[in-house]
Structures are given as structure tokens and as C-alpha cells.
């Protein structure tokens, strides 16, 4: 009897210390992606996300605005992330515009004292109509008497070097944002507001001294392989490169940085209905960037999508944990104010 009372009881031992040391459920993975603008922020988001809690892997692939928004009507994605708003090709399904984080879209510039070898990109500055010759193809040396009027201090220092413009070829959130701003400021040469680049330019067609590339990581390939580039990327992506100083509303000229988009977003607060926010491009804030913009998550939030707890419980990270600890050193700028507070409200609509 004693013998089988021991067998009995070093089996439910052996059988209590298998169940100890069973694996967990894995963690359901969660697959989104879109914007290339705020990429870098919401890859280091998913990072933290992840090793903080074991239930959901989220996963974020940098495609560009345009194949997020598609991507995410189709269900390929989950969640989806834009920097603009749909025309077209909307969900079927009940879902929502979520913003979750700001930034500057850089002028990063290319282009070096002949003299000292020293680069001047981040010397340069440009007013708004510049800054729309430039990239309409009206002015293609950099050493063109409006450059150099905006520039006395260095302008003994720009070269003669021709203008290469480069931009996305993909369908781009980054390019509908400063297409607004070029609009705002120069509607008669940028008159279409739209995702894609190659057809918004004066006439419809790309200038001669221009490149396209893919993504914003594209865009600042380009701007790097040639001296005399100017493109248009994020701050994130730009990772410190040389940028334009541009003109703002009170006509100071600022560089792009976390600290002075912010100053530009914490005065953005017209909300729309939809979760997108309208931008005032003549917005008067001393020390502001004056291309700076909202990024949006795209959500389902009627029950019926797939692992809608996960991306509710990411969506919440990124405003409540993320954005404030790690934006701004990213180069991002955290939601505040009445901007963060409808966000929060939207988050709790994803079911």
C-alpha cells in the first residue's frame, strides 16, 4: 500500500511540475504598417510594447501612406498608420482616424562650401515662395540671386552647383502634407493636394533635374548619393542631416527640431470629427517649424476585425507610455492638450 501511495504521489508531483514549466500561449501577433514618416517611432513603439507584456507581438512595416491605407481597408493589415486622409478606396468595415504622434518634415539639402568642404544644408534658409521655385523646377542652381538674397551671411559660400529635386514615388502621406504646405503658400504652381508627387508638380509632370524614391528612407538615399539634392523627408529619417531653415508665419526663419514642430502642433487643435486635424499653415507662433504634421493610426471599432484588444491595448501605449518617453528624443513630437485627450477617446472606440 505504501509503495502505491508513493507511486501515486511522485506522479502527481512529476505531473504538477510539467504544468509549471508549460510553455505559455504564444502571444497573438498583430500586424500593421503604412507611413514611412513615423517609422522609426512606431518600430521602437512595437519594440517596447511587446517586451512589456507577453499577449500580443505587434509587428510595423514601413510602405508608405498610400499601401497602409490599402493595406489595412483589405485586412493585410490590422491596424494601418497615414499621414493623410483617404480619397478613395475607404473600409468597408466601421473604423476611425486615431492621431498618436507629431513631427517635422525636414528639407534636408545636400551641398557644400567649394571652398572649405563644409556642408551648408543646415546654414541654408528659404522663404515660402523659395522653397516653391525650387521644387517646381523654376530655380535649379543654388547660387540663384533668391537664394542668395535670403542668404547674405553665407552667400559669398553657396556654389554654382545645380539643383537636384528629390522626391517619393510612392503613393505618400509625407507628400500630401507638404504639398498642403506648398499650396497654402503657392497655389498657383502647386494647385493639387494629393498622395502622389509625380503628378502634382506644375504641368503635371516631374521636372528634369528631379529623382524619385521610394519611402522617406528613399527620398534621403538620393539626397545623400549627390551633391546639390534638397528633398523632403522626416526629421526621424533625416537622423541629423543637414535640413533648410524655413520661413514661418512671422517670418523668422527656424530650424526643423522635436522642440520647435511642437511649438507649431500645440497650437494645431481644429479636430475634425473624422480624427483628422486641420492644419492653419499661417499659424503666427514665434520659434515654430512651420512644416510640421499629425500622423494617424487606422483602427476597426466594430468588434468584428481580428485581435482589436491588441491594437486598442498598442494604440494605448504609444499615447500614454510611448509618445511621452520616447518621441522626442526620435525627433517626434508627443500628443498634448485637446488633441491627446479626443485621441484617448478614440482608442476606447476599438473593439
Avoid: H
Wanted: with cysteine; net charge positive; glycine share 12%.
Amino acid at each position: 500500500m505504501r509503495r502505491t501511495l508513493a507511486i501515486v504521489a511522485g506522479t502527481a508531483i512529476a505531473a504538477s511540475g510539467l504544468a509549471m514549466v508549460a510553455p505559455a500561449n504564444a502571444a497573438e501577433t498583430v500586424p500593421g504598417g503604412g507611413a514611412s514618416f513615423p517609422a522609426v517611432f512606431m518600430q521602437q513603439c512595437a519594440a517596447d510594447f511587446n517586451g512589456s507584456q507577453n499577449n500580443f507581438t505587434i509587428t510595423y512595416t514601413s510602405t508608405g501612406s498610400g499601401t497602409g491605407k490599402g493595406n489595412f481597408a483589405k485586412g493585410t493589415f490590422v491596424f494601418g498608420q497615414t499621414d493623410s486622409a483617404y480619397t478613395s478606396g475607404e473600409p468597408t468595415f466601421a473604423w476611425e482616424y486615431v492621431p498618436n504622434v507629431g513631427g517635422s518634415i525636414a528639407i534636408a539639402i545636400n551641398l557644400k562650401n567649394p571652398t572649405t568642404g563644409r556642408t551648408l544644408g543646415s546654414s541654408i534658409q528659404l522663404t515660402q515662395a523659395t522653397l516653391a521655385k525650387i521644387f517646381s523646377g523654376n530655380i535649379t542652381t543654388w547660387n540663384n540671386a533668391e537664394i542668395l538674397k535670403s542668404n547674405p551671411r553665407i552667400a559669398k559660400s553657396i556654389p554654382a552647383v545645380p539643383i537636384t529635386i528629390a522626391y517619393r514615388s510612392d503613393a505618400s502621406g509625407t507628400t500630401n502634407n507638404f504639398l498642403q504646405y506648398l499650396n497654402a503658400w503657392a497655389p498657383s504652381m502647386f494647385g493639387k493636394v494629393q498622395d502622389d508627387m509625380s503628378t502634382a508638380f506644375p504641368g503635371g509632370v516631374p521636372p528634369q533635374n528631379s529623382v524619385a524614391g521610394r519611402t522617406n528612407q528613399g527620398v534621403m538615399a538620393n539626397v545623400i548619393a549627390k551633391e546639390g539634392t534638397i528633398g523632403y523627408v522626416d526629421l526621424g529619417d533625416a537622423k541629423g542631416y543637414p535640413s533648410a531653415r524655413l520661413q514661418n508665419a512671422m517670418g523668422e526663419f527656424i530650424a526643423p527640431s522635436a522642440a520647435s514642430a511642437a511649438k507649431n502642433l500645440s497650437t494645431q487643435t481644429d479636430m475634425q470629427s473624422s480624427g483628422i486635424v486641420k492644419l492653419n499653415y499661417e499659424n503666427k507662433v514665434k520659434g515654430a517649424y512651420p512644416i510640421a504634421i499629425f500622423t494617424y493610426g487606422l483602427a476597426q471599432i466594430d468588434g468584428k476585425g481580428a485581435n482589436g484588444l491588441g491594437v486598442r491595448q498598442y494604440f494605448d501605449y504609444v499615447l500614454a507610455k510611448c509618445g511621452p518617453s520616447r518621441a522626442s528624443a526620435l525627433g517626434y513630437v508627443p500628443l498634448t492638450g485637446k488633441i491627446l485627450a479626443k485621441a484617448r477617446e478614440n482608442v476606447l472606440k476599438i473593439k
